[in-house]
Nanobody
Framework: VQLQASGGGLVQPGESLGLSCAAS????????MGWYRQAPGKQRELVAI???????TYADSVKGRFTISRDNAKNTVYLQMSSLKPEDTAVYYC??????????WGQGTLVTVSS
């Protein structure tokens, strides 16, 4: 599975930003797709995940502000981030997990929230 993430950039606190990550290869619908992030000097942490059936899990720190969604036909996962805070600054990575294909990580995209 190859993952190509896009989006990210510099925004001011309170603004919104969207990320997308497309999975490619000889694959069917991937079981679990999600986003993780790693801030400078910190460990990588879960942001949100979504199953092929649409069940979602969010980190407490982003609940109510971030929305994860996916397009199963395109094997693409999205992360809509709103009310961004400086503490959301991190490199965001997409991840896929499936018993058939194992685990794959995207290349990471930087999100910077700063005034």
């Amino acid at each position: 599975v190859q993952l190509q993430a896009s989006g990210g950039g510099l925004v001011q606190p309170g603004e919104s930003l969207g990320l997308s990550c497309a999975a490619s290869g000889s694959i069917f619908t991937i079981a679990v797709m999600g986003w993780y992030r790693q801030a400078p000097g910190k460990q990588r942490e879960l942001v949100a995940i979504i199953t092929s059936g649409g069940s979602t899990t969010y980190a407490d720190s982003v609940k109510g502000r971030f929305t994860i969604s996916r397009d199963n036909a395109k094997n693409t996962v999205y992360l809509q981030m709103s009310s961004l805070k400086p503490e959301d600054t991190a490199v965001y990575y997409c991840k896929t997990t499936d018993l058939r294909y194992g685990t794959s990580w995207g290349q990471g995209t930087l999100v910077t929230v700063s005034s």
